[in-house]
């Protein structure tokens, strides 16, 4: 089974502070995404990774930036988090469209709030 | 700019209703398409997926899903909805010149006995 792990389900976190968010995956997929769920708003992209060291931004990157120094590791930074990024954060990985099953597995998400 | 719109935001049927949500999309070129479901408190899964070939699709647990082209439409179908099918569920999109993926807004769908 793939799995994309997460390694917080629940973060409290103080205004200001910088925020690291860490997910990993275990079936070698080229690509891995951050999404935040908000009610309403379904998934909305954060950033994309196609390749190691390389980054493409999504819909709403600001205020966030990212790193992958590794394949199967993409983590999500707040650089200082504000109360409008209290919200669940996913994490999901996919092989490139030119292949098969290339569909997107996602983690279990993690619930940050921001006090 | 790229988007999916899912109509239906909030959906309550009672169990063996008949069920249809909508999902459109703003991509004039070739695409992928997806359905993903969350279960209350568990991770998004796949439900169903299109990316050639016969435009009706059927996916896990009963459900099916129709692309239609002219329409730009991915339409999620279940003759008869059970109380488990309680959840949310996500269309998405995925333009073949890029591995981004794109959600819709989603539709929570509630299923009474």
New interface residues.
Partial sequence: DVKVTQSSRYLVKRTGEKVFLECVQDMDH??M?W?RQDP??????IY?S?DVKMK?K??IPEGYSVSREKKERFSLILESASTNQTSMY?C?S?S??TGLN???F????TRLTVV | AQSVSQHNHHVILSEAASLELGCNYSYGGTVNLFWYVQYPGQHLQLLLKYFSGDPLVKGIKGFEAEFIKSKFSFNLRKPSVQWSDTAEYFCAVRPHNTDKLIFGTGTRLQVFP
């Fill in positions: 080229e690509n995404f999404y309403g708003l379904g998934l909305r992209l994309f196609y493409e999504g819909d996913l999901a996919s490139p469209s290339t569909e997107a996602f983690g279990q998400g």
